[in-house]
T-cell receptor, first 112, second 114 residues
């Protein structure tokens, strides 16, 4: 069945370090792929998305490229800030429809 | 425009009681989904509603139920509460639940069962 696998956290980085959070998926066909972010005490919000293979989603300095060959959608940012400390979720719509499958989430801590 | 709102934000109940949570979607959004978030299980899908019809349901016992009203507002109900039902319950809305749609989440209702 459809599934999403994310790297386990927590990830601790110093400010201005490079960030990669790995995400791989299993699904039928070529679903849209999403990254959501959850800041402390809040719900999730969309960070970026890609709707077809080879698309690159980007927002707030974060990027992710939809790689159908490796079924991956890794999240990257060149220089993290303390304000990026949050939990990041990779997600895809279920093949059966009307349901989203989320990865386990990766908690990021950025130290000043 | 106004975001997704959930009420109440916090609830404390005892085992055996029942609870009703409410979600108001973004204006114009007709799809509403509910998720349970716990540290151990992460985000788990409960159900999705569109035009007052449940289109999909997750693997939860029948104690968990929901409904949607004609104005797209949604409620979920949990009967005979158990300790393990303690969680953050998140509601999300989207235009029509299509696979390319972005979901917009509310802040959640934190339920504690004692």
């Amino acid at each position: 069945g459809d599934s999403v696998t994310q790297m386990e956290g927590p990830v601790t980085l110093s400010e201005e370090a490079f960030l990669t959070i790995n995400c791989t998926y299993t699904a039928t066909g070529y679903p849209s792929l999403f990254w959501y972010v959850q800041y402390p005490g809040e719900g999730l919000q969309l960070l970026l998305k890609a709707t077809k293979a080879d698309d690159k989603g980007s927002n707030k300095g974060f990027e992710a490229t939809y790689r159908k060959e490796t079924t991956s959608f890794h999240l990257e940012k060149g220089s993290v800030q303390v304000s990026d400390s949050a939990v990041y979720f990779c997600a895809l719509p279920h093949t059966g429809g009307f349901k989203t499958i989320f990865g386990a989430g990766t908690r990021l801590f950025v130290k000043a | 425009k106004a975001g997704v709102t959930q009420t109440p934000r916090y609830l404390i109940k005892t085992r055996g009681q029942q609870v009703t949570l409410s979600c108001s979607p973004i204006s114009g959004h007709r799809s509403v989904s509910w998720y349970q978030q716990t540290p151990g299980q992460g985000l788990q899908f409960l159900f999705e509603y569109f035009s007052e019809t449940q289109r999909n349901k997750g693997n939860f016992p029948g104690r968990f139920s929901g409904r949607q009203f004609s104005n797209s507002r949604s409620e979920m109900n949990v009967s005979t509460l158990e300790l393990g039902d303690s969680a953050l319950y998140l509601c999300a809305s989207s235009r029509d639940g299509a696979s390319t749609d972005t979901q917009y989440f509310g802040p959640g209702t934190r339920l504690t069962v004692l």
